[in-house]
């Protein structure tokens, strides 16, 4: 498999579930990106990771919590959210921290209900 | 604080041009980038400026000017299949993207 795949693509929770996000690069790529897309909103940026640790937290609520095993693959443990989180959420990879040429996966659609 | 302004939403029609600009005020310019985000898919690299000027790339056009904060994509010979969002991002002094809201374009035959 090419590029970045996430699973899964879609995603309903009720607001007491704990759910994870997957996402992988197979692009060999060094920098991971969690963003958040709202309906006619900029693109957020959540989370960012270089060579597997931790570089930029927007000050995202702690029900988000982002996990990186390797440079590969990224997760996105959600627990306790609330029904304002429902958007798509997606990943993306890049070269290194300062390309700003990045590769997104096709996102998950989250409905918290 | 930083922002970038698109236009919310444009109409053209198959075979015409248009011009998609954009206007940004960030912390710093590391380059503007732009995004194709067709419906229910993932943004897809479209261009990359960091220099003023015009980048050119097939059909499709960017330019940038420094001093006044903005650009455009410019997209000739429209197609049907060319009906999608178009991103606008900055990188910031910090090396993180900046993004507009995203400008649809709708193409009429």
């Known amino acids: 498999e090419t590029g970045v795949t996430q699973t899964p693509r879609h995603l309903v929770m009720g607001m007491t579930n704990k759910k994870s996000l997957k996402c992988e690069q197979h692009?060999?790529?060094?920098?991971m990106y969690w963003y958040k897309q709202s309906a006619k909103k900029p693109l957020e940026l959540m989370f960012v990771?270089?060579?597997?640790?931790?570089?930029e937290n927007n000050s995202v609520p702690s029900r988000f919590s982002p996990e990186c095993p390797n440079s590969s693959h990224l997760f996105l443990h959600l627990h306790t959210l609330q029904p304002e989180d429902s958007a798509l959420y997606l990943c993306?990879?890049?070269?290194?921290?300062?390309?700003?040429?990045?590769?997104f996966g096709p996102g998950t659609r989250l409905t918290v209900t | 604080g930083q922002n970038i302004d698109q236009p919310t939403e444009m109409t053209a029609t198959e075979g015409a041009i248009v011009q998609i600009n954009c206007t940004y005020q960030?912390?710093?310019?590391?380059?503007l980038f732009w995004y194709q985000q067709h419906a229910g898919e993932a943004p897809t690299f479209l261009s990359y400026?960091?220099l003023d000027g015009l980048e050119e790339k097939g059909r499709f056009s960017s330019f940038l000017s420094r001093s006044k904060g903005y650009s455009y994509l410019l997209l000739k010979e429209l197609q049907m299949k060319d009906s999608a969002s178009y991103l606008c991002?900055?990188?910031?002094?910090?090396?993180?993207?900046?993004w507009g809201a995203g400008t649809k374009l709708i193409i009429k035959p």
């Open positions: 990771y270089s060579l597997e640790e931790r570089v």
């Open positions: 692009l060999g790529h060094n920098a």
């Open positions: 991002a900055v990188m910031d002094s910090n090396y993180q993207l900046i």
């Open positions: 960030t912390s710093g310019f590391n380059g």
């Open positions: 993306a990879s890049s070269q290194s921290l300062d390309r700003g040429e990045q590769y």
């Open positions: 400026n960091v």
